[in-house]
C-alpha cells in the first residue's frame, strides 16, 4: 500500500515535470543571461513550459483533493490528504528542483540536453519533497520507494516523449 500511496503524492509532481517539453516554449527564463561564459539555465527551461507544468500538476492535485475521499470510501482505505495548499507546493517543487538541476548542469559546463544520471530524474522529486514534506504525512518507506520508482518511471516517460518527438534525447 506504501507504494501506491507514495505514486498519489507524486502525481502531481510527476504532472509538472511532465509537460513543460510539450509547451514548446520561446521565452527563456534566464533571458539569455550567462555567468562568465556558460547560459544560467539555459533556452529549454522557458516561461512557457513553467506555466504549463505548474498549471496541470495542480490541475492534478486538485483532482486528486476531489477524488480521495471516494476512492478511500470505494477500495477501504486512506490515501494520504492533499490540500489545495500541497496541490500547489508539490508541482512548484517539482518545477524549482527541475530548475536547480539545469543551473548546476550549466555550472558543470555540460550542455543542453546532456545526460547527468541520478541528478536529472531526482531533482524535481527532492524540490517537490522539500516543498512538501512538511505538510503531508509521509513515512520512510514512501519516500524510499519514491526514491526507487521515480528514475525508472522518468527514464520511461522520458523514452515515451522521445519516440513521441516531444523530446530531443531518450533521458
Do not use: C
Not at 28 to 33: A, E, T
Not at 68 to 76: A, T
Not at 97 to 122: E, H, N, T, V, Y
Amino acid at each position: 500500500m506504501e507504494f501506491v500511496f507514495a505514486l498519489w503524492v507524486l502525481l502531481p509532481a510527476y504532472a509538472a515535470n511532465m509537460f513543460p517539453p510539450i509547451a514548446n516554449g520561446k521565452i527563456p527564463i534566464d533571458g539569455g543571461r550567462k555567468v562568465k561564459e556558460w547560459r544560467i539555465l539555459g533556452d529549454g527551461k522557458t516561461w512557457e513550459g513553467v506555466f504549463l507544468g505548474l498549471f496541470v500538476g495542480v490541475l492534478v492535485g486538485l483532482a486528486e483533493a476531489y477524488l480521495r475521499i471516494p476512492i478511500n470510501d470505494m477500495y477501504g482505505i486512506e490515501l494520504p490528504v492533499i490540500t489545495f495548499l500541497t496541490a500547489f507546493l508539490i508541482p512548484l517543487g517539482a518545477l524549482l528542483g527541475d530548475l536547480a538541476g539545469s543551473f548546476i548542469k550549466r555550472r558543470f559546463r555540460m550542455p543542453r540536453g546532456s545526460d547527468a544520471p541520478f541528478l536529472d530524474q531526482l531533482d524535481f522529486l527532492m524540490g517537490a519533497l522539500f516543498l512538501s514534506f512538511w505538510f503531508i504525512d509521509l513515512s520512510a518507506a514512501m519516500i524510499v520507494i519514491m526514491f526507487i520508482i521515480t528514475p525508472i518511471l522518468h527514464r520511461l516517460t522520458n523514452i515515451i516523449g522521445f519516440w513521441l518527438k516531444l523530446k530531443r534525447e531518450p533521458w
